[in-house]
């Protein structure tokens, strides 16, 4: 027949949609990870973006969030190169597990695996990278410099070359570390890419102190220090005790450290009472070592008789390693033993006493011993180690190994910096930045 009849239409027409919802059923489906969708066109066709769409991978270290802008900036670990990428509400955060977090649970110094979409420069996914480690809050740690390297416990690990350091969120530098620092390290494999300081240090300085120059001040468990004039002191930030004693007198105060803030803590109501002293016995081994108090030989074949108050051991022996440590005379009699041990090889010289001899101007052109020459910012107060030495630029006695160096100026942020020096036979010079005001 040459026309269809109405019947046969309809089943044609029945069969027409089978076979559209056929083809489109078994049609292959776009995933999420499929970043592009291009409609033809030849060359000028465009992508398609929307949750979930990506064309880049990296893992890299968070520098910096702006939650005003709603960016936040990535180093990375490849190319050290920064770029900054757009977050949104359709952006996910999670940690190494996959576990859902919030953007407040990112920190600078994270190391993450991120997804993005280059050419928006919007972020798609960070994750906390499965494959980096992290020592959170570690106390005992030591920095060479000088091979960037650092020892966290008993293992070796190298600093890399672009690390990034954090205090408070804002980047600084590795010099501004004091030792007194709790820090967290964060890295992949041997190397150390972050470190982020997670309790700094403030200032202590003493008021009313000049009938206590000469005697002793703790702070907490971890600071004994000679009590000097004008000195200032670097200490953890947090809540303290402070002892002060000197020839049996003294007392006890409360004080609380800020970070990177100064506290002057006035003793001068502290009363100075009747000298006392204590008879204490030493048992020295060996018994050919020889015992110093306060830099003063003694005589240990009998009972020694020292004021209360914190006095400095070093013992000594021929092909021993000698013993520092500090002793706190309270009673009327005690006993110590002293033990030292073996050295592979002699000692061929005695510990160097420390010489707080300074130079002011353009230095002592005289000294006979090499010196560190701090030469900016100038008209400065310096601190050697808690111990003022004179206005900048000045020069103090060159004595190899770690020294803090703090710097203040009336009107500005106090700023402290731990040099490294070396043993060359030859002067050094630090020039730091000028001081913010306050």
């Not at 407040?104 to 110094?109: C, L, P, T």
Request: net charge negative.
């Amino acid at each position: 027949m040459r026309y269809m009849t109405d019947k046969m239409k309809k089943t044609a027409y029945v069969i027409l949609l089978f076979s559209i919802a056929f083809l489109i059923g078994c049609s292959p489906k776009k995933t999420e990870t499929q970043p592009k969708e291009t409609v033809s066109g030849g060359e000028s066709g465009f992508i398609l973006t929307g949750p979930g769409s990506y064309d880049s991978a990296d893992t890299a270290v968070v520098v910096r969030i702006d939650r005003t802008d709603k960016t936040i900036t990535f180093l990375n670990l490849e190319v050290s190169k920064n770029y900054t990428l757009q977050y949104d509400g359709t952006s996910v955060f999670s940690d190494k597990y996959g576990q859902s977090l919030s953007l407040e649970q990112i920190r600078e110094g994270d190391i993450v695996d991120v997804t993005f979409l280059k050419s928006k420069k919007k972020l798609n996914t960070l994750m906390l990278s499965a494959g980096s480690w992290s020592n959170e809050e570690v106390n005992r740690y030591s920095f060479d410099t000088g091979i960037k390297n650092v020892t966290i416990g008993e293992n070796i690990y190298k600093l890399s070359e672009d690390i990034k350091i954090f205090s408070d969120g804002e980047e600084i530098e590795m010099m501004d570390i004091n030792e007194t620092d709790v820090l967290t390290f964060r890295g992949i494999d041997s190397t150390v890419n972050s470190i982020v300081v997670e309790k700094g240090h403030g200032y202590l300085r003493l008021s009313g102190d000049e009938k206590f120059i000469g005697g002793w001040i703790e702070v907490g468990q971890g600071i004994i220090h000679p009590i000097t004039e004008d000195m200032l002191l670097t200490v953890p930030e947090g809540k303290y005790q402070v002892l002060i004693s000197v020839t049996g007198g003294g007392g006890a105060k409360n004080v609380i450290i800020n970070r990177n803030e100064e506290v002057t803590l006035d003793i001068g109501d502290l009363e100075v009472e009747e000298t006392q002293f204590g008879q204490v016995i030493f048992a020295l081994n060996p018994s050919t070592a020889s015992l110093y108090i306060d830099g003063n030989l003694v005589d240990t074949s009998g009972p020694v008789t020292l004021e209360y108050g914190i006095h400095q051991l070093i013992a000594r022996a021929s092909g021993y390693s000698s013993v520092t440590s500090y002793l706190k005379v309270a009673e009327p009699t005690a006993g110590i033993e002293i033990t030292l041990d073996a050295d592979e090889e002699e000692e061929e010289d005695e510990d160097k006493e420390e010489d707080t001899s300074v130079s002011s101007g353009n230095g002592n052109t005289t000294a006979s011993y090499y010196q560190v020459h701090i030469d900016a910012p100038s008209g400065v107060e310096v601190y050697v180690d808690g111990n003022y030495i004179g206005i900048s630029p000045i020069s103090f006695k060159k004595v190899e190994g770690p020294h803090v160096i703090t710097l203040r100026k009336t009107g500005f942020e106090t700023r402290s910096y731990t040099i490294q020096v070396d043993d060359e036979k030859k002067d050094v010079t630090f020039s730091f930045v000028e001081l913010v005001p306050n």
